[in-house]
Every structure is written in C-alpha cells, then in structure tokens.
C-alpha cells in the first residue's frame, strides 16, 4: 500500500504496519465516532491510518519517534492544514493542548502499557481512544478477578474507563508479519471514572499488592502497614485474610485505595 514499501520497519521502535483493509476501516470508524475537537495518532508510521483521520477535516496529530518515517509522513502529508506532525516519543514527549481528543494508534508493541498508563494518569482529555496491543497486553487490560490476566492494567484501565474489544489480527495483517495475535480495544471514559488525583495512589497500591503474586494481601502488605492495620482493611472490605490480589474486585481496590489515603 501507499507509504508502506518505501518506509522499513525497525525492530528498535516495535514497528509492525497494518496492511489489513478490513481493520484499516474499523479503526478509522471506531475513532472518527468521536465528537472531539481533535485527532491524536501515536505511531502513524507510513500514514495507513493517517490519510483516512486527515480527510475527516478536524485537526491531527501524528506522533512518531523514527526519523525517517516523520520525513515521509512530512513529505506525503505537510500541504494538508489540518496536518501536525510531532516527532518525539509518546512515553514522555509533550503532547496537544486541546479542548478533547479522539487518540488513534496502532501501537509499538515495547511500549504499549507505558503510552497507556501515560493516557490514564495524565490530565489528557481523551474522549475515546481506538488503541491496538500485543494481543497478550490486551488480554491483561481486560481481565477479570481470579484469572492470570487480571493485575494492575486491568484494574486502572477499567476504573477508568469501558473497554470493548473491537478486533483480533494476526500475523498476516501486518508487514512485517509479528509472531504475535494482536487485539484492538475502544477505551471510552466512564461516567463514574476514578478521579484524577486518585490514580497514581491507586497504581502505587497494586504495584505493592501485586508484587508477588502467589503471596495473600496480608503478606505482600507486610513491613508496610500492620498486623492490626491489615486486619481492619481487610473485615472492612469483606475480604478473608487469605484472599490474593489477583482476587479482589475493582471496585474493592479503589475503596481500599481510599481507606488508606484516610
């Protein structure tokens, strides 16, 4: 396809190019849904998905770290006045100030949960994003309690908003073919959404409680809190003083977060 064959993909920046018609055209539905004031795409590469976000006529970003693929994005793109490329990484480079956005990104697959986490404790306002992971990343975004997949991506994406698995790919949608399924999920903000100021206590306190997994809560939270403390967070939550991280539900978290911070 157009820009694909003249940019090659560097194993440095996890590039994979989506090739994938059918997925090209979800993506860009899925995103273009949104009423915000502009487009934010993370790791356009040779513009698959660029060309189909310009032609909406609202302003996008397009944000890529490889040199060379900004140069041809420049080349393909820079006459377009609704165009803005912004060559930096996604992890910690400054991003739009802008009144809402819908994010786009088909993303590199090292740095995939860093980007999102990035997206959920900064005060970006995303008002959908349309995000494609290693389908193993996504499988862990959208866990549930008392499964493997289930740890501390699940919890704050899903206190943050509703997540629908949108598609499956495999190797085949992309050039070069990955050796790995991807999956691409719609993050749409929830209306009771954790509130900003809470969601790094929040991620500090799974990190914690999830750092051994195979450990009760009341073993990974000791040296921390005590013995008596531990025992009143957990009567108070209904939870048993063997219960694992892994087996609380969401909601648990987020008042265990709060009782603590009280």
Known sequence: MEGSERLRAKKSFGQNFLIHQGAIKAILANALASPAAGLLEI??????????????????WAMDLDPEACDLLQRRFGDRPNFHLLQGDAVRSPLPDVASLSIIGNLPYNVAT??????????????????????????????????????????????????????????????????VDSIVLLFEPRADALALEERKPLLDLLHRSFAQRRKTLANNWGGWLGPEQIQAVLEAENLSPSVRAEAVPVANWISIMRRLAG
């Open 43 to 60: 790791g356009p590469g040779p513009g698959t998905l660029t060309a189909g976000l310009l032609d909406d006529g609202r302003p996008l």
């Open 114 to 179: 860093p980007i999102l986490t990035r997206f959920m404790l900064e005060s970006l306002p995303w008002e959908r994003m349309v995000l494609m992971f290693q389908l193993e990343v996504g499988q862990r975004i959208l866990g549930v309690p008392g499964t493997k997949d289930y740890g501390p991506l699940s919890i704050l994406s899903q206190a943050v908003a509703r997540v629908t698995r949108i598609m499956k790919l495999g190797p085949g949608s992309f050039r070069p073919a990955p050796k």
